[in-house]
C-alpha cells in the first residue's frame, strides 16, 4: 500500500481501538488512516484480555466484525467468586439482562485487521512513528517511518491509541499532563494450556497464598492465572508446580472441585498497575485506550475501555466532521474520563478484595473477606458488582 499524504483522522495504533475507531469512522463517512509500528503477525497473537463486555459486542455488530464472534465466542452469563474455601455465584443476566462473552483480543483484532483490508481502507503496518506535530493548530501531522522511507501524514485530527509508551501522548506538553498511578505489589503468571475448561464459568479465587482466576480461550483451551511476586519469571515456574498452587487456590472445602490439567502452552507474567492520564485531548490531538490509561486485569476492563472510549470519539468526530458542532468533541475527554475513573474504581476494588498483599495489613485482610461475604449474602451487592462487570451503558457515568 502506498503511503497516503493526506486524511481527515491520523490514527496512531493499529491495535483494537485504532482499527475499531476506524471502522466506526468509516461508517459516518470519515477517512482516516491506520499507522501500526508492529508486524501484522505481532498485532495478532498479542495474548490480551478475553471477555467483551455487551457495550463492546455491539460496537463489533454495528462495523461488522461480529461473524466468527458469534460463531465461535462463548457467551457467559455469570461468574463465580471464591474465598475461604467456599463459593458464590453472581448471576449477572438475572440481576442485570446483559451478559458477557468470552472471545480472544487477538481474534477480536483478526478480524478488525480482516475487515478494514477486505475494504481496501489504509492500514500500514511496520510504520514507525517518529514524531506528532503542530497539534495546536488545524493542521497536525504525523511524521512515521515505513519500508526505510520517511514520511508525513497530514490530517485534520491525529488519535492516539498507541499504549502508554507510544510517541502521541508525547505530543502533550509534560506540564499539561495530570498523571495518576498506583503500582500493586503482585504480578499475574499467566498460561494457556490445551485442555477443557474445568468450569464453563469463569472463577475468581482468594485462596490463602494468593489469588487465582481460572478462564477459557475456547471449550478445549484453558487461560489461567496466579498471583505472584513481582519480578517473577515465568520460566521458574514449572508446570506441575503452576497446577498444583492453581488447585490448591481454588480448591472448596468440601472437595467438589477438581482441576483439570494439561499441556501448558505459554507463560507469561504481567505486572499489575493502575494509571490515567489527564486530560485525554489536546488541541487537534485524541487520545483513547491505553493511550491514556491503564487498569490491572482483574477486572477485564482494558480492551472494553478502549472501544467505549473510541465509540465516544467516532460519535464526537462525525458529528464535528458532518457539522462542525464541536461540542461533543470539546466534551470527550470529560465524558472518557468519568468512564475511565469509575473502570478503575471497579478494578481496584477487584484486585484489593482478591489478592493477597504480601506485605499487607491484617485489617485490610479482614476488610476485603468481609467484603467477600457481604456479597455472598447481599443481592443489591452482587447486582452492584454485575452491573460493573458486565459493563455500564455509554453515558451511564
Excluded at 478488525?112 to 514507525?128: N, V
Excluded at 491503564?294 to 465509540?311: E, S
Aim: hydrophobic residues 40%; glycine residues 8%; charged residues 25%.
Amino acid at each position: 500500500m502506498s503511503a497516503p499524504a493526506r486524511t481527515q483522522v491520523a490514527i496512531v495504533g493499529g491495535g483494537p481501538a485504532g482499527l475499531m475507531l476506524a471502522h466506526l469512522l468509516r461508517l459516518r463517512g470519515v477517512d482516516s488512516v491506520v499507522l501500526e509500528a508492529r508486524p501484522r503477525e505481532r498485532v495478532e497473537t498479542r495474548q490480551r484480555a478475553g471477555i467483551l463486555e455487551h457495550g463492546t459486542v455491539d460496537a463489533l455488530r454495528e462495523v461488522g466484525a461480529d461473524a466468527r464472534m458469534d460463531e465461535l465466542g462463548l457467551p457467559h452469563d455469570g461468574f463465580e467468586l471464591r474465598f475461604s474455601g467456599r463459593s458464590v455465584r453472581v448471576d449477572m443476566q438475572a440481576l442485570t439482562g446483559h451478559n458477557v462473552m468470552i472471545w480472544a483480543q487477538t481474534e477480536v483484532t483478526k478480524d478488525l485487521i480482516a475487515l478494514r483490508l477486505d475494504q481496501g481502507e489504509p492500514l500500514l503496518f511496520e510504520a514507525e512513528v517518529l514524531e506528532v506535530s503542530d497539534v495546536e493548530t488545524d493542521s497536525p501531522s504525523v511524521r512515521y517511518r515505513h519500508g526505510g522511507t520517511e514520511h508525513v501524514l497530514h490530517a485534520d485530527v491525529v488519535v492516539g491509541a498507541d499504549g502508554s509508551y507510544g510517541p502521541a501522548r508525547r505530543a502533550i506538553p509534560e506540564h499539561l499532563v495530570r498523571r495518576f498511578e498506583r503500582v500493586y505489589p503482585y504480578s499475574w503468571l499467566g498460561i494457556l494450556a490445551d485442555v477443557a475448561p474445568s468450569s464453563h464459568e469463569l472463577i475468581y479465587a482468594r485462596g490463602r497464598t494468593g489469588f487465582a482466576l481460572a478462564s477459557m480461550r475456547s471449550p478445549t483451551v484453558t487461560r489461567a492465572y496466579i498471583q505472584v511476586p513481582n519480578g517473577t519469571d515465568a520460566a521458574d515456574w514449572a508446570d506441575d508446580a503452576i497446577w498444583d498452587e492453581l488447585s490448591a487456590r481454588f480448591a472448596l472445602d468440601d472437595g467438589s472441585f477438581t482441576l483439570a490439567r494439561g499441556p501448558i502452552t505459554d507463560k507469561s507474567v504481567t505486572p499489575m498497575r493502575s494509571m490515567v492520564c489527564e486530560p485525554m485531548r489536546h488541541g487537534r490531538l485524541f487520545l483513547a485506550g491505553d493511550a491514556a490509561h491503564i487498569v490491572p486485569p482483574t477486572g477485564a476492563k482494558g480492551l472494553n475501555l478502549a472501544v467505549a472510549d473510541v465509540r465516544v470519539l467516532a460519535e464526537a468526530l462525525g458529528e464535528w466532521f458532518a457539522t462542525k458542532d464541536e461540542r461533543l468533541v470539546d466534551a470527550y475527554s470529560d465524558t472518557a474520563l468519568r468512564r475511565v475513573w469509575r473502570a478503575s474504581h471497579f478494578s481496584w476494588t477487584m484486585t484489593t478484595m482478591l489478592h493477597v498483599d504480601p506485605d499487607g495489613d491484617p485489617f485490610d485482610e479482614q476488610l476485603a473477606l468481609s467484603h467477600l461475604r457481604h456479597i455472598g449474602t447481599s443481592e443489591s451487592a452482587r447486582r452492584a458488582l454485575a452491573e460493573n462487570y458486565r459493563g455500564l451503558a455509554l453515558g451511564a457515568v
